[in-house]
């Protein structure tokens, strides 16, 4: 010990814990540096189409498999359905949340081609109905930041190990 002392180093007794340290490592269990406080706020928001109508005469068919579907305008320009839709994502995000939105399209002398049947039919218009979903996805974690000393003092005490992640996540091994 006194050589210790004279050279500078700082010497540690290990001992067997005793009924005093017991009570004391009750009251102490964790050694805590810091709380780090992480806070993400934001929200989701995502248009949502309830129903895509084609006006075909004095009726309305619905889209079943809307990216299957192309229309033909009489002066041979094709339009994938896709493109109608894409174009109303774009108007639901402009809208406030779950308010209803319709918009009609029309396409005189057009005709909506099913790729996979090669069904044809002549239409008027598109109407699409819709509405905007904002989902809040705000969320607050508290990370507690342990002495990394204290941590392996108490593996040795408790027979139990820690790793540290090279991310510096702290976990108890066979957990």
Not at 20 to 29: F, G, R, T
Not at 64 to 76: M, N
Not at 142 to 147: E, L, P, R, S, T
Request: proline share 3%; aromatic share 8%.
């Amino acid at each position: 010990m006194l050589f210790a002392e004279y050279k500078c180093i700082g010497v540690v007794i290990l001992s067997e814990i005793g009924e005093k340290d017991q009570k004391e490592q009750v009251k102490n269990s964790t050694f805590e540096v810091g709380t780090l406080l992480v806070s993400t706020a934001f929200e989701r928001r995502r248009p949502k189409i309830l129903s895509i109508e084609f006006e075909v005469d004095n009726r309305t068919l619905k889209a079943k498999k809307p990216d299957l579907l192309v229309i033909r305008f009489k002066d041979g320009k094709v339009v994938p359905l896709q493109h109608y839709i894409t174009s109303f994502w774009n108007t639901l995000h402009q809208g406030e949340s779950g308010q209803l939105v319709e918009e009609y399209n029309p396409c005189p002398n057009a005709h909506v081609f099913n790729r996979a049947s090669k069904e044809e039919t002549p239409i008027k218009g598109i109407n699409l109905i819709g509405k905007l979903i904002v989902v809040n996805e705000n969320e607050e974690r508290h990370i507690n930041i342990v002495d990394q000393v204290w941590m392996h003092m108490k593996a040795l005490l408790e027979d139990h190990s820690y790793t540290k992640s090279r991310t510096g996540m702290v976990k108890k091994d066979g957990s």
